[in-house]
C-alpha cells in the first residue's frame, strides 16, 4: 500500500467534510448556500451554478444574475422549491435571494445536522484506515516484513490521528460560527 494514496484518501474525507459543511448556513449570504439548487431549464434539471453567477450583495442577500435572462423564473421557482426558507425576488435582469435571521432553535438544528456530517466524515475516515491495515496485512503474507508492515501501520495511525484533529478543528470552528448571533 503506498502511503501516499493512503494521505490522499484521507485529506479527501476530510475535504469532503468541509465542502458539507459550507452548505450549512450561519445566517451570513455566502453563494454556497444556494448554487447546487437544482434549477429546471432547457428541459433538463442542473444547479444553480451551471446557469448563473452568485454575488454577495451583503450580509443578509444574494444577487443571482443568470447568463441568459430568459430563465429568471425558473431561478426562482428552484429556489423557492428548495425549501431553504428563502425567498427569491425578481428584479428584472437578475433575483435577489434574502436570507433570514436565524432563530435560536433554527441554530440548534443545524448544530445537530452538522454533528451529524461530522461523525460521517469520521466513519470515512476509519473505513479507509481499514482498507490501508487489510492491504498492510495482505502485503505481510505475501512476504512484507513485518518491521515494514509495522512502520506503514504507525504512520497510518498518525496520519488518521491528524486527520481527525483536522475533522474536530472544523467542527469547532463551524460550531461557534453557528451559534454566534
Request: glycine letters at 4%; aromatic letters at 4%.
Amino acid at each position: 500500500m503506498d502511503i501516499d494514496i493512503f494521505k490522499t484518501d484521507l485529506d479527501k474525507c476530510v475535504d469532503n467534510l468541509t465542502e458539507d459543511l459550507a452548505q450549512i448556513r450561519t445566517g451570513r449570504a455566502t453563494p454556497e448556500l444556494i448554487q447546487d439548487v437544482l434549477v429546471n431549464a432547457y428541459q433538463t434539471e442542473a444547479p444553480l451554478k451551471n446557469y448563473a453567477t452568485i454575488n454577495v450583495a451583503d450580509n443578509r442577500s444574494l444577487i443571482v444574475i443568470p447568463w441568459d435572462k430568459s430563465i429568471i423564473d425558473n431561478i426562482s421557482k428552484g429556489i423557492s422549491s428548495a425549501n431553504l426558507g428563502f425567498n427569491p425576488v425578481s428584479e428584472g435582469d437578475h433575483v435577489r435571494v434574502s436570507i433570514p435571521d436565524l432563530t435560536q432553535e433554527r441554530r440548534v438544528e443545524y448544530v445537530k445536522v452538522m454533528k451529524e456530517r461530522v461523525e460521517d466524515s469520521r466513519i470515512a475516515v476509519r473505513q479507509v484506515r481499514q482498507k490501508f491495515m487489510q492491504e498492510i496485512d495482505e502485503q505481510q503474507k505475501e512476504g512484507f516484513s513485518e518491521d515494514q508492515a509495522d512502520m506503514l501501520r504507525e504512520e497510518g495511525e498518525k496520519l488518521v490521528k491528524e486527520s481527525n484533529a483536522k475533522i474536530e478543528e472544523i467542527k469547532d470552528k463551524k460550531e461557534e460560527e453557528l451559534m454566534t448571533i
